[in-house]
């Protein structure tokens, strides 16, 4: 049986270059961007898979998460060592994409040697997130002038929803990069606003050798256009639909790189709309305060 990951995939593939080309352009803001506080009239209905079903049951078992996650206290450390572990499972190429865009079929692929793009850690590491019951979506990132630049115009991470700390967080398993402001996790939105003020409490965890200067000076430029798709079930035939988050006052794009459409695009200026809450999609179970280990809630 073919899984589908994520929704729209089809669409939200071109939104990456196939280029690892890296970001040589001025940042596309040097101050925060702005967006609207306020919901949306019309909230967007994001659809999110429990742990129990069962590609996702089989994806846990196949590659023994609950064992790489042991001795994780907290969400974000299952989160951090989850994204190590997704980044070391290929070495990155800007040229390759995965023959099917589910993460057991990206790591069968990984596991005969071959490698990947940005979008296939985003794809993986929100696969294994939700498997171990922390809701996750891959959220796709681009430059303010993503609409005529050739290549090079997108990059995709992960935003995971910390349950003990009741946030959006990001990830970028590519560069097993986690960004932290003040010692704590921060969403694609805080980032930006982060690096436009230049905050000096910026950094990132990493077990890896990236260094969080370089990082930062690469991913600025991306952090203009923000989306995600909205049916992010595994196992399931969905439906090419997504939200963008588009800043007050910012065109909305209807191409990438020039040749590619996007469709099925909703835009909103909203962050509260473009940040749903679990207890929405799945019952109530994403708000649950975590047990710790020695039987102690959080």
């Keep these: 049986m073919i899984y589908k990951a994520i929704a729209g995939f089809a669409l939200f593939a071109a939104l990456v270059s196939p280029y690892a080309a890296p970001a040589q352009h001025k940042a596309a803001a040097e101050k925060p961007l702005e967006f609207a506080l306020a919901p949306d009239d019309t909230p967007c209905t994001f659809q999110f898979s429990a742990s129990d079903e ?11 998460l609950n064992d790489i996650i042991a001795g994780s206290p907290t969400d974000f450390d299952k989160a951090r060592t989850l994204c190590t572990w997704v980044h070391n ?20 692929e990984a596991d005969m040697g071959s490698n990947f793009q940005c979008i296939e850690y985003s794809i993986v590491l929100s696969g294994v997130l939700t498997a171990v019951g922390i809701p996750a ?28 700390q009741q946030k959006w967080a990001m990830l970028d398993g590519q560069w097993d990069a986690v960004p932290l402001l003040n010692n704590e996790p921060v969403n694609v939105i805080e980032l930006q606003k982060a690096l436009a003020t230049n905050s000096p409490d910026l950094r990132i965890e ?16 991306y952090l203009y256009y923000f989306d995600t798709v909205l049916d992010n079930r595994f196992g399931v035939k969905t439906q090419p639909s997504g939200v963008m988050l588009v800043p007050m006052g910012a065109k909305c794009p209807t191409v990438f790189q020039r040749d590619t459409p996007i469709r099925r695009m909703r835009y909103t200026n ?16 994403a708000n649950k305060p975590m047990a ?5 809630a959080n």
């Design 54 to 64: 069962a590609y996702l049951v089989t994806l846990r078992e196949n590659y023994a």
């Design 89 to 108: 499972r290929w070495v990155h190429d800007g040229h390759v994409r995965a023959k099917k865009p589910d993460p057991l079929s990206i790591l069968k």
């Design 137 to 164: 979506r891959a959220v796709y990132l681009k430059t303010a002038d993503s609409e005529t630049r050739r290549e090079g115009a997108g990059h995709a991470v992960t935003e995971v929803w910390l349950r003990d």
């Design 206 to 221: 990493t077990a890896s050798n990236t260094r969080a200067k370089a990082y930062f000076n690469w991913i600025s430029p």
């Design 270 to 285: 909203s962050v509260a709309t473009f940040y749903p809450r679990p207890l929405e999609f799945l019952g109530g179970e």
């Design 292 to 296: 710790a280990e020695d039987g102690q």
